[in-house]
Antibody
Framework: AVQLVESGGGLVQPKESLKISCAAS????????MYWVRQAPGKGLEWVAR??????????YYADSVKGRFTISRDDSKSMVYLQMDNLKTEDTAMYYC?????????WGQGVMVTVSS | DIQMTQSPPSLSASLGDKVTITCQAS??????IAWYQQKPGKAPRLLIR???TLESGTPSRFSGSGSGRDYSFSISNVESEDIASYYC?????????FGAGTKLELK
């Protein structure tokens, strides 16, 4: 079965950095585009970032709200995807979900909470 | 970016009712719309892809339709386990964008 397990969340202060991780299993990771989606407390879903596969040069794409501050990366040898978050703002407080899919976002992890507060 | 206007924000239904949620895209999305169900404290679950293709395990009382900019999602014969929030997602263009969500409650 497909499993996506996020880790690394926590409480940080504004302007600090945090890197969250996602361990994938149950599918051919190297063939899958990977995504991060977030959800602020009591709010809707927001698409954050995508990274494609090696044949597609690991191309990345970001939402405007995080462009220049967040970096998505992957390690196919470990079936891991990461989200490096720099210069965090209070509005980045959210549950962050790792997702994978064939166009649509088929598979979701359980999420990891990131809280940005002074 | 493509905007997805989802309505209504909330919906109250009785068991056995049929309910419909709509999403209008700010431009043609070529049927690349998916629908998700999210229960409190849980991750979203993909129910329907490409407008009307039900995922394995999605009950047949769920359905989707539409084309161009206008899409709809319906639940016929609402059951208690359907009480959740529902989101549309366009995946025709990057960045993918979600509708604001519809919270389905029991009347």
């Amino acid at each position: 079965a497909v499993q996506l397990v996020e880790s690394g969340g926590g409480l940080v202060q504004p302007k600090e950095s945090l890197k969250i991780s996602c361990a994938a299993s149950g599918f051919t990771f190297s063939n899958a585009a990977m995504y991060w989606v977030r959800q602020a407390p009591g709010k809707g879903l927001e698409w954050v970032a995508r990274i494609r596969t090696k044949p597609n040069n690991y191309a990345t794409y970001y939402a405007d709200s995080v462009k220049g501050r967040f970096t998505i990366s992957r390690d196919d040898s470990k079936s891991m995807v990461y989200l490096q978050m720099d210069n965090l703002k209070t509005e980045d407080t959210a549950m962050y979900y790792c997702t994978a899919g064939r166009g649509a976002l088929d598979y979701w992890g359980q999420g990891v909470m990131v809280t940005v507060s002074s | 970016d493509i905007q997805m206007t989802q309505s209504p924000p909330s919906l109250s239904a009785s068991l056995g009712d049929k309910v419909t949620i709509t999403c209008q895209a700010s431009q043609n999305i070529n049927k690349y719309i998916a629908w998700y169900q999210q229960k409190p404290g849980k991750a979203p679950r993909l129910l329907i892809r490409y407008t009307s293709t039900l995922e394995s395990g999605t009950p047949s009382r769920f359905s989707g339709s539409g084309s161009g900019r206008d899409y709809s999602f319906s639940i016929s014969n609402v059951e208690s386990e359907d009480i959740a929030s529902y989101y549309c997602l366009q995946y025709d263009n990057l960045p993918n964008t979600f509708g604001a969500g519809t919270k389905l409650e029991l009347k």
